[in-house]
């Protein structure tokens, strides 16, 4: 009796050796695929951050601006929201495309955060009424003046391109250069 008690003991502890054997083999096996995935996962990560601000700065624009304003400024201001947002993902991939999953991240955290603060805002102070009706009219405002400033500094200094601009205009002369003379035949 005691021999066939000690044999199911031994039983007993041997699936339990191979019960926690497979549990850890399962464990990790888990946990490499979930490295091995963590690119993708971070990839997803930052879209989601992404298209999450894009919809916080719509939300955002919504709440402000909807009681007093029609439709299609509201639009505009929406439009402008998906316009901040893509020219940072141009830039990202102009300028790095090695970091641009986590710029784009960055990109959305910004956004979402500048959108939740506007929110909080218009929530905890009095005058954000007064000062989100303003914003945009002063900030297209002071882009027009810029805008017009440099551009009469330019018409005043005999229209100097940029630097990249007089490599542009070189090279079109030079590829004018190179082809053929088309003399103009009169029929008569």
């Known amino acids: 009796m ?36 963590l690119p ?15 919809y916080l700065g719509f939300t955002s624009i919504e709440t402000i601006y909807s009681p007093f304003s029609p439709t299609i400024p509201v ?12 020219a940072w993902v141009i830039i990202l991939l102009q300028t790095n495309t090695k970091l641009f999953w986590g710029g784009m991240a960055v990109g959305g955290l910004v ?4 959108a939740t603060g506007s929110i909080w805002l218009l929530d905890h102070w009095q005058y954000a009424d007064l000062f989100f009706r303003v914003l945009p009219s002063t900030l297209f ?34 590829a004018m250069l190179d082809l053929p003379a088309i003399e103009s035949v009169v029929a008569s």
């Open 2 to 37: 005691l021999n066939v008690i000690s044999i199911l003991i031994q039983f007993v502890f041997n699936a339990i050796k191979y019960l926690l054997g497979f549990l850890v083999i399962l464990i990790l096996g888990v946990v490499g695929a979930v490295l091995y995935a």
């Open 40 to 54: 993708w996962i971070l990839r997803m990560i930052a879209l989601l951050i992404w298209l999450g601000s894009a």
């Open 75 to 86: 639009i505009a201001l929406q439009f402008a929201v998906i316009l901040i947002l893509v």
């Open 111 to 114: 956004v979402g955060s500048a």
């Open 141 to 174: 405002s002071v882009l027009l003046i810029y805008e017009t400033i440099r551009l009469r500094s330019l018409r005043r200094n005999g229209k100097a391109p940029l630097a990249k601009d007089k490599q542009i205009v070189e090279e079109k002369e030079d």
